[in-house]
């Protein structure tokens, strides 16, 4: 089985600033890690994905992310955010054996003020 | 560019009553998953569907509910007798191969009374 955390549960940032939303996971098997994106009133969104390769990963909207297995992470970030950033985002895992159901955290909501 | 529609966008039942929750995915897609989201916490993943039958479910997915691919374009989900700790948003999403790459629809939210 596999599980992740999310420790933020919010994220205020002001608008142009940095950003990193930290996600950290558990699994006795290999996974694949994405990152989905939440707008309000709508679906989950991917923003990016790791499978295999180069452990830094380019998504939409200028986000990256970056794999350490050693520390068990996929941190999202972002140089410069902009208020239409504001979302709900979620980290995500896939067992690549049974390469299935996404097993989610709890979420991080970003909230970008001017 | 297509996208996974879900209706009704909002269901208020009665505690007993059977809904159906409706899904078309993307037309291409071969693989079908039902998940849900109660309010405050984690995205659950339900069922996954793929040629036809289930591939895998969940402990949540008991009895009460089924899914059913009835005339190859929806996806649905039902559930027989609704309690109230199933009042969630329930998504929708289809992958086209082994990607891995799952598209979510905007989501049913169903509000048990």
């Known amino acids: 089985a596999q599980s992740v955390t999310q420790l933020d549960s919010q994220v205020p940032v002001f608008e142009e600033a940095p950003v990193e939303l930290r996600c950290n996971y558990s699994s006795s098997v290999s996974v694949y890690l994405f990152w989905y994106v939440q707008y309000p009133n709508q679906g989950l969104q991917l923003l990016l994905k790791?499978?295999?390769?180069?452990?830094l990963v380019k998504g939409i909207n200028g986000f990256e992310a970056e794999f350490n297995k050693s520390q068990t992470s996929f941190h999202l970030r972002k140089p410069s955010v902009h208020i239409s950033d504001t979302a709900e985002y979620f980290c995500a895992v896939i067992n690549t054996g049974t390469a299935s159901k996404l097993t989610f955290g709890t979420g991080t909501r970003l909230q970008v003020t001017l | 560019e297509p996208e996974v529609t879900q209706t009704p966008s909002h269901q208020v039942t009665q505690m007993g009553q059977e809904v159906i929750l409706r899904c078309v995915p993307i037309?291409?897609?071969?693989?079908f998953y039902w998940y849900r989201q109660i309010l405050g916490q984690k995205v659950e993943f339900l069922v996954s569907?793929?040629?036809?039958?289930?591939?895998?479910k969940s402990e949540i997915f008991d009895d009460q509910f089924s899914v059913e691919r009835p005339d190859g374009s929806n996806f649905t989900l039902k559930i027989r007798s609704t309690k109230l700790e199933d009042s969630a948003m329930y998504f929708c999403?289809?992958?086209?191969?082994?990607?891995?790459?799952?598209?979510f629809g905007p989501g049913t939210r169903l509000t048990v009374t």
């Open positions: 569907f793929y040629n036809n039958e289930i591939s895998e």
């Open positions: 999403a289809s992958q086209r191969d082994r990607t891995y790459e799952q598209y």
């Open positions: 037309s291409n897609h071969l693989y």
């Open positions: 790791y499978l295999s390769g180069s452990t």
